[in-house]
């Protein structure tokens, strides 16, 4: 059974910074592309960052030069450390890994960006 488990939010200053977690179990990370989501409240879910298999990564363009989306193997956990944090970026944070046909979702972070 394949398990996601997000964690690391909380409740930030505007400015300040955060590192979320995505721990994985019953599936290899490193074999696929994982990605973080996002989703405001009232708003879709959007994307927000993605490591490939090989270590490349993307972001979207509001938050580039601000995250850091990185992966430990053996720890079989994906990161994103979020710097200079924003009032929305208030947000449900969600890891998801992708395989061929399938993807998998974690249960989502919260992180709220508030004085």
């Known amino acids: 059974q394949v398990q996601l488990v997000e964690s690391g939010g909380g409740l930030v200053q505007p400015g300040g910074s955060l590192r979320l977690s995505c721990a994985a179990s019953?599936?290899?990370?490193?074999?696929?592309?994982v990605d973080w989501y996002r989703q405001a409240p009232g708003k879709q879910r959007e994307y927000v960052a993605r490591?490939?298999?090989?270590?490349?990564?993307n972001y979207t363009g509001p938050v580039r030069g601000r995250f850091t989306i990185s992966r430990d193997n053996n720890k079989n956990t994906v990161y994103l450390q979020m710097y200079s944090l924003k009032p929305e970026g208030t947000a449900v944070y969600y890891c998801?890994?992708?395989?061929?046909?399938?993807?998998?979702w974690g249960q989502g972070a919260q992180v709220t960006v508030s004085s």
């Open positions: 490591i490939t298999s090989g270590g490349t990564t």
């Open positions: 019953g599936i290899i990370l490193v074999f696929g592309a």
């Open positions: 998801k890994a992708n395989r061929v046909g399938t993807e998998f």
